[in-house]
């Protein structure tokens, strides 16, 4: 498998977009985290989730996204199954998401960008931000309207968690590379503010 550094470079390769990398980043670290605490190769899980989208400026619309990418990896050397949980995370690919790591992409993708939109509108940010905030954003269809609000359901429902608890996961993994994704506080957290 390709290393982390050469995933990276390939994503930066087809992705000029900051905020399409924030988004790599972003979904890469929550993989890494429900890997970690399932138990799975936290590498793979990872470069799947940065490498999700990269070929997504080069051909934005369906089916060449993800299908060309992934002609793309299978000539770099990323594995089937790799390849297949990207292509899983396009409900209109027919891929079906048959591994933990197709589900995992799945639930977490669409999700991960909606928690970065409400932290990015919030005074604090990801710091105090809690699943029951994200719960009622999601019920607002004008905010972040592009987020297909039935694939963040049908994805903590494939992965079998509930969704306030999939929400919190998420948050806690984001609040770990904030800075890298454009989270950062202005001031210091909340918690640690002097009095």
Not at 113 to 134: H, K, Q, T, Y
């Amino acid at each position: 498998m390709p290393t982390r550094d050469e995933a990276w470079e390939l994503l930066c390769e087809h992705t000029k977009s900051d905020s399409l990398r924030k988004h790599a980043r972003a979904v890469e670290a929550v993989m890494q985290a429900y890997a970690r605490r399932l138990g799975e190769h936290e590498d793979k899980w990872g470069v799947t989730g940065m490498l999700h989208d990269f070929d997504y400026e080069m051909y934005p619309n369906p089916p060449d996204h993800p299908l060309k990418g992934s002609v793309i990896l299978r000539d770099r050397g990323y594995s089937e199954e790799i390849r297949r949980a990207i292509l899983g995370h396009a409900n209109y690919t027919g891929v079906p998401r048959d591994t933990i790591l197709a589900r995992g992409l799945y639930a977490c993708d669409e999700l991960t960008g909606f928690v970065v939109a409400c932290a990015l509108v919030r005074p604090n940010g990801i710091w105090d931000l809690e699943s029951r905030s994200v719960k009622k954003k999601l019920k607002d269809k004008a905010f972040a309207r592009t987020v297909n609000r039935a694939e963040v359901y049908e994805g903590a429902d494939e992965l079998g968690v509930e969704l306030g608890e999939h929400i919190d996961f998420i948050i806690a993994a984001l609040r770990q590379v904030a800075g890298e994704i454009g989270l950062e506080l202005k001031t210091e957290p909340p918690d640690q503010q002097s009095s």
